[in-house]
DNA sequence: TAACGGCCTGAATCATCAC
DNA sequence: AGTGATGATTCAGGCCGTT
């Protein structure tokens, strides 16, 4: 095997033991089913996979301001046929798990376009999931056309090798404190990689279309590895997953096929600085008060369709409907605009314009939504 | 066919007409596979599903002999287990699509142990997928064992017939104000079914062991249905989707096996009222508008042939022309053409775009459409 | 300096009607 | 059925220049 002209050593510092393997904490230059199979079976303890999607886009997409979006293209996410993108993920898979400790867990991202297909040959592998997990985007892009409801999340797949796997690493504990010491949901919120984080060529374009927020990559490894681990990711991209391992005290190893990425990912891996051990700490997302669509109360029962509403002055009414707006002189929109639109405003807050009347008392809407809030205390955004 | 024994007809509001099918608003008895193929094809608008996913539920997971799937412990018996599951999930997909009208829609329920094959299934059979959707439950169960994530949420899969199926029903601008006025994501938040809503037996037991909330139903009915559809549930269970579809002012068809189920679903949805149809009125937005061809703004007078139209920012003019196309750099063509033109676009709104002076001040176009639509409503032709 | 506004962008399966 | 014209449609956040 000429190593040398193929793989992109790494100085980093996670493990100098004299039998460490050669591959470790490299990035590995080429197809990443041959290179697995290169590799020694049983060898990785986790494994973060972010394999094509298969898009399958159709023709450009404009934003309303005419301008183009920037669509994942690129020839490696083209496919013929579902089958051909199912023989491709078994492959890989397989690869995979050959390679994965017996009490090993894999991670694979994907959205609803392959995570499907993803899910369905994983578990005809063998693999059995312990959770799916939903990265909730706190800024994804809209939906243009306003034809669907926003894509505003993507999905992975936590597995260990077999079912009868029972000692793979679960961090509890430390899931649990990092969450208001709550135990740690399968729902996890976090922005899109953007700003001072995505890498960037000469021209200011970006150099990978999909790379991941580190702060998603964070999680999982401090869920589900020990310090000391080796991670294997079979598309790394430009490296989000060996610069997360890197500063976690983990080790790596990469399989990348395109010169320009595993450019990218050794620049970057070589610029992280490994935090002490005492410091691995997963920070909690930002939490605002949550959003409350005035249609959850509706269906939450605290407005009835069909109720009046009312401003505090009792000069306009409007009536509920059963999709969340309310009407008002044949006309139908969210409390907000109709608010505004009785008062001849710009704009209006519904929530401290509206009232609904119980037991002869006005009451503003305001104080429903703070109920549903301390319902939802459960359930953090 | 022998209806009377085995169809359940509720006396709902819905649909009166002579010609409603006499399966409209009943739950059948009986094998969905079976009971789906004694009905016409395209005949529902929408289908809501949660197919049973545990292995061990029901008759369907047996083996061609008869023999009972056993306890899955092994590879082969899982292999076993997951190709029954897909045959039976093919099964009932396939005369599912057969009964969807061309540009109905179809959502199903599932958790990470079924979801991913009913996925796949649906994508081999040509549905095509619009969103998943995510249920977040504001009050999942605990995992008890402290060995995974908090299995916190579902997932929904919403899909049209086929790819080029284009016209289903998607209430965009009801979504949109029901959400504060910004579009609805994928990620919907809802309390599990409990309290008051969750059906029990006379011995305090719950009558059914997944009853979904009425809520996360009302939200698929209000997004993609329209008053008067007709959905069809192939797993009625203690039919949530035909309460809600009643009280919603939709028809429903549901298929159900087990007699307890049809009793109480049957209970239940005799006691629901119907909301009113003003009530239930969609807010639609421009796309439901009538057109209004610019030339109508001319020959109405509220454009003058010669005046000049401006854009926002006053960087360009052209000039109205009698027919109701614009002049600019002595070419005519529509107000979109020219508005396209000028920016060196490829589109553009030209109702948006251009706008006219009034007394020193720029009034957008689209306002005096908005004022011949009042016209034409006033005055229906 | 801080605040504000304009501009840009992100894994996207993103029309419909009349002729 | 195919073609061409109409015209509907966006959220959060980072960056940068101006006030």
Known sequence: ??????VRRLPVEQDRSPVAPEWLNTIIKGDCVSRMAALPEKSVDAIFADPPYNLQLGGDLHRPDQSKVDAVDDAWDQFESFAAYDAFTRAWLLAARRLLKPNGTIWVIGSYHNIFRVGAIMQDLGFWILNDVVWRKTNPMPNFRGRRFQNAHETMIWASKSADAKAYTFNYDAMKAANDDTQMRSDWLFPICSGGERLKDGEGQKVHPTQKPEALLARVVM???????TILDPFFGTGTTGAVAKRLGRNFVGIERQDD??????????????????????????????????????????????AELTDAKGRWQASVRADGTIAFGGEAASIHRIGAKVQGLEACNGWTFWHV????RLRVIDELRQIVRDQMAAAPA
Not at 1 to 6: A, G, I, R, Y
Not at 223 to 229: F, K, L, N
Not at 357 to 360: F, P
């Open 1 to 6: 095997m000429s190593k040398l002209q193929t």
């Open 223 to 229: 869920s589900s590895t020990r310090p000391g681990d």
């Open 261 to 306: 990425y595993i450019e990218a990912a050794t620049d970057r891996i070589l610029s992280v600085e490994p935090l002490d051990a005492d410091v691995l700490r997963i920070s909690a997302g930002k939490r605002a008060e949550p959003r409350v669509p005035f249609a959850t109360l509706v269906e939450a029962g605290l407005v009835a369709p069909g």
């Open 357 to 360: 009347r119980e037991n002869g």
